[in-house]
């Protein structure tokens, strides 16, 4: 753990007692902070006391001696309305930041200068953050992975000069976090995506432009113009900048020809490494995440060869196009990851013919964007809330069945695709959509897709499905 000395002696707010508040309130306490804790939810209240931590109703604090709200990422700071707690600590001049800020100053006061990999875009940076991991960890690298990826940043080992840290940060993190400034900042991508806590698209395009705009190296995909503009913008500041792209050559920086990762520097271009051989890094845009991986580890010392092993052993990222089962020549991809049509793209991408269990919560725009893909779907199997609606969307382009649950979309799917004489047909889950009408999160979600799977005749399972979380309807 992070003892966040930086703030010994200061009184702080908190509020938001889930799993990263509490690893923050316990950092703070360790650090000699004066806090004051509360959540919404009173369960998480209770546990919270039970767990040792201070706690107090904030509205009844006195304020004019609080030097600082820290706030957690899923709480309104501005849209659609500020949180009640963001209102007071503004009305009293009351800084407002979130874990990652604290990681920050820990770093800057005790070990300025340590690799600190930050990483963030729309989609993909689960993938490219636990690759670098990999890549770090593999080469025999003190690897710290953290932060959005699941592991709250503070429970991490602190700071230090031969330690890595890789940490994932939404944009609801970055907008709490001010003073942000890795030694290595990658922005992937941006699509639009949580408009409804950012406003617009630029708004939520500055703030993840914070990643980079004090990072020491930046590290910045392409492929859309949001983040070219950015690019463009970080050179002309003078900003260390290294460009990546899946799907166009560069005069500078790592880009995808095919399968092979490609590295353009001082005019001479050389391959770094072909990624058809590793079936974790399939697809377009794992050529993107790989590429900007390589960057990052680039980086911070490793070398080409030390990149090219960890490579080949990625054993991929959970809930993201992974493979958890086969029967037959039928393989079962559990993509639950894919909350929005632009997540899901890739994995409809990448499999053909797919028998495509989709829905959920839908999100803005619904799967218009995937229209594209639905050449390559065999029959889809839509569940939840989006069921109606998606059934709209593709019923002119595909087959498909309402199933309603996942329980039903699996049994007809694995039916369906056991009939198929194609080379390899895939049961994929990607819903392209939040998974919040039927399941906590999209790892519970993933989770029962896989325990479903599990439970058919004559599967052979790729992953321990012993191991996977409880889940429920």
Known sequence: MIA??????????????????????????????????????????????????????????????????????????????????????????????GDIEIFVRERRAHAPG????????????STTTALIAHLVAHSGRDAQLGGNIGTAV????????????????????????????????LLLNLTPDHLDRHGSMQHYADIKARLVAHSDVAIVGVDDAWCRGIADRLELQGRQLRRVSKDQPLASGLFAQGSVIRQAQDGQVHDLVDLGPIATLRGSHNAQNA??????????????????AGLATFP????????????????????????????????LQSFEPIYWIAGGLPKEGGIAALEPFFPRIAKAYLIGEAAAGFAAAIGAHADFEISGTLGKAVAAA?????????????????????????????????????????????????????NIGEHHG
């Not at 700071?159 to 003073?179: F, G, K, N, T, W």
């Not at 990222?317 to 639950?336: C, E, I, T, W, Y």
């Open 4 to 97: 966040a000395s930086t703030f010994q002696g200061r009184r702080v707010a908190l509020f938001g007692l889930g799993g990263s508040g509490l690893a923050t309130a316990k950092s703070l306490a360790a650090g000699g902070a004066e806090i004051s804790a509360w959540d919404d939810n009173p369960a998480q209240v209770e546990a919270a006391r039970a767990a040792g931590i201070a706690v107090a109703d904030l509205r009844g604090l006195d304020w004019s001696s609080i030097t600082t709200l820290v706030l957690a990422p899923g709480v309104p700071l501005t849209h659609p309305k500020p949180h009640w707690t963001v209102e007071l600590a503004t009305r009293h001049g009351v800084e407002i930041i």
């Open 114 to 125: 340590s690799p600190f990999i930050a990483i963030t875009g729309t989609n993909g940076k």
């Open 154 to 185: 503070l429970t991490l080992a602190p700071a230090a000069a031969d330690r890595v840290h890789i940490v994932e940060c939404s944009s609801y993190q970055i907008d709490l976090a001010p003073s942000l400034d890795p030694s290595t900042g």
């Open 291 to 308: 590429a900007a991986a390589i960057a990052a580890c680039q980086s911070v010392g490793l070398s080409d060869d030390e990149i090219r």
């Open 316 to 347: 991929g990222l959970k809930h993201r196009m992974q493979p958890v089962a086969r029967r037959g020549r039928v393989v079962f991809v559990n993509d639950s990851k894919a909350t929005n049509a632009e997540a899901a793209a890739p994995a």
């Open 414 to 466: 694995a039916r369906d695709a056991a009939q198929d004489a194609a080379e390899m047909p895939a049961v994929l889950l990607s819903p392209a959509c939040a998974s919040f009408d039927q399941y906590r999160n999209f790892e519970v979600r993933g989770d029962a897709y896989v325990s479903l799977v599990s439970g058919l005749a004559d599967i052979e399972m790729l992953i321990d499905a012993d």
